[in-house]
C-alpha cells in the first residue's frame, strides 16, 4: 500500500510520553502509565492535503487495568514546503481546534435537546500547540467507518446534505449565542491571496491551452485566458460576508468525498460523518452546495438530482430550524436558488481546477511510487511537476468529456464573464 510520503517517519516528539499526556486528558486518569505505541500512517495518497494524519496504537495501564486504543494523530508537516507554510501560522489549526471545542458540541447538544441524535463528526481527544499543532481524535474505523474512494450516489447525497442542512440550521440558531461563529472567516477566499492563487491560475491557463486544440472550442480558451484576470476577486468576494446576502451560515468550508468516512453496512452506506474543519466560515450556503454538489456527488448524482438535493437541503433546513424554534425569517427555496446562482463563478472555478482530482483516482493522475516503502509525494510547491501532472489530468478522457460539456452550460449561465 501507498502512503503519503511526510507520513511515512514519525516526529520525535510523538512518544509514551507524549500519549501519557494525551490519555490522562481523555481518561482522566493522573495515574495512567503508556507501555508502548504502534504508530502508522494515516491515509493513503491524495486523501487529504492540508496536515499529516498518523494512526497510532497505544498500550496503557489505567485504575489498575490495562488497556489498548487506538488514536487518529493530526498535524503540521516537519518538512519545509507548502503545505508547513500554510499551517505554521496557525489559523487553519486554531479555526478547526475552535469548531471540535467549542462550536461543534453546541450544535449537538442543541440537536439532543430537541431529540435529534445526528453525529456531525469524531471526538476530539486532545489539542495542543507545543512542541507543535498537534490534534488528537477518536479513531472511527473502530467504529466501523472507513474512507469511501467513489463519490456519492443520490441516496448517500441525501444523508451528507441531511447532515449539513442541521448543521447549517444550528449555526443560524446559536450565531447569537455563540459569538464566535460568525466572526469564523479563515475560507477558501483567503487562499485566494496565498500561493495557491499561483498554482490554480496556472490549472485554467492550462485548460485554456486545451480548449485551443479541441474543435469547436478554441473560443472558450480565449475565455478562460480573460478569465484568470478576475476569478479569484470573484472568489474572495463570495466568500465574504456581505449585506445582499439573504442568509449567512457556518459553513464546513470543504465539503468533499475525502473529508468524508462511511459506515456501510452489506454493501449500503448508513451513516457519514464529516472530517476537517480547518476552513469553515461564516457566509452564504451557496458555498457550501455549490462545493458539495462538483466535490462530493457523483457526476450522475450531480447531473440528474441537482435540483432534487437542493431542495432536500432546503426541507431539511426548514425541518431542523422549526425543531429547534428558529424564530426568525426562514430562508425559502427560492432564497436559496438565488445565493447559488450569485456565487455562480464558485463552479467554474472548481471544474477548471478542483474537479480532475475529485473524478479520477489517485492512480490515475499519479504513477504509483518505485518503492513503496518510501512513500508518494504530491508536492504543490513543484510547479513542474504540478504543470506536467495537471496536463496529464486535463487530458484524461474522464475529465474531457465532462468539461467539454460543463463549459457551454457555464457559459449561456453567465459563469465565464466578469
Avoid at 516528539?13 to 490519555?23: I, T
Avoid at 493530526?74 to 505554521?88: A, C, H, V
Avoid at 475552535?98 to 447538544?109: A, F, H, N, R
Avoid at 485566494?192 to 469547436?216: N, Q, V, Y
Wanted: net charge negative; proline share 4%.
Amino acid at each position: 500500500m501507498a502512503f503519503n510520503k511526510d507520513e511515512m517517519h514519525a516526529p520525535e516528539w510523538m512518544d509514551n510520553a507524549f500519549f501519557e499526556k494525551v490519555l490522562k486528558q481523555s481518561e482522566n486518569d493522573s495515574g495512567l502509565t503508556v507501555s508502548e505505541n504502534k504508530i502508522i500512517p494515516g491515509t493513503k495518497p491524495g486523501d487529504h492535503f492540508a496536515s499529516i494524519i498518523f494512526r497510532v496504537t497505544v498500550s496503557y495501564t489505567s485504575r489498575g487495568k490495562d488497556h489498548e486504543v487506538s488514536l487518529i494523530i493530526k498535524t503540521i508537516p516537519e518538512q519545509e514546503g507548502l503545505k508547513r507554510d500554510l499551517l505554521k501560522g496557525g489559523e487553519i489549526f486554531e479555526t478547526e481546534t475552535t469548531m471540535y471545542q467549542t462550536v461543534i458540541p453546541e450544535m449537538i447538544q442543541l440537536l439532543r435537546s430537541v431529540g435529534d441524535n445526528t453525529e456531525l463528526g469524531p471526538r476530539l481527544l486532545y489539542s495542543a500547540t507545543v512542541p507543535t499543532s498537534v490534534m488528537v481524535f477518536e479513531d472511527i474505523t473502530k467504529r466501523n467507518y472507513e474512507m469511501k474512494y467513489t463519490q456519492l450516489d443520490l441516496d448517500e447525497a441525501k444523508i451528507v446534505y441531511a447532515k449539513l442542512a442541521r448543521w447549517h440550521a444550528t449555526s443560524m440558531y446559536l450565531s447569537d449565542k455563540v459569538p464566535i461563529i460568525s466572526k469564523l472567516d479563515n475560507s477558501l477566499g483567503k487562499l485566494m491571496d496565498s500561493d495557491f492563487s499561483e498554482i490554480w491560475i496556472g490549472h485554467i491557463a492550462t485548460l485554456a491551452k486545451l480548449c485551443r486544440g479541441w474543435p469547436g472550442y478554441e473560443s472558450y480558451g480565449e475565455r478562460l485566458d480573460h478569465m484568470k484576470g478576475f476569478i479569484l476577486s470573484k472568489l474572495k468576494d463570495i466568500y465574504e460576508v456581505k449585506p445582499s446576502n439573504l442568509f449567512n451560515v457556518l459553513n464546513h468550508g470543504d465539503m468533499h468525498s475525502k473529508n468524508m468516512m462511511f459506515k456501510i453496512e452489506e454493501g449500503v452506506t448508513k451513516d457519514i460523518l464529516l472530517l476537517d474543519y480547518q476552513i469553515s466560515s461564516w457566509g452564504t450556503p451557496a458555498s457550501d452546495i455549490i462545493y458539495s454538489l462538483y466535490n462530493t456527488c457523483s457526476i450522475e448524482t450531480r447531473d440528474n438530482h441537482r435540483d432534487e438535493l437542493i431542495k432536500f437541503y432546503h426541507d431539511e433546513l426548514t425541518a431542523t430550524l422549526n425543531k429547534i424554534g428558529y424564530l426568525k425569517k426562514i430562508p425559502t427555496l427560492l432564497d436559496v436558488h438565488v445565493e447559488i446562482v450569485k456565487c455562480g463563478h464558485l463552479e467554474t472555478f472548481l471544474c477548471c481546477t478542483f474537479l480532475p482530482f475529485m473524478i479520477l483516482s489517485f492512480d490515475e493522475m499519479m504513477p504509483a511510487a518505485e518503492n513503496p516503502e518510501e512513500g508518494v509525494e504530491l508536492d504543490f510547491a513543484d510547479k513542474e511537476k504540478m504543470g506536467e501532472m495537471m496536463l496529464k489530468v486535463f487530458q484524461h478522457p474522464k475529465y474531457v468529456s465532462l468539461i467539454q460539456r460543463y463549459l457551454p452550460v457555464l457559459l449561456h449561465k453567465g459563469y465565464l464573464d466578469q
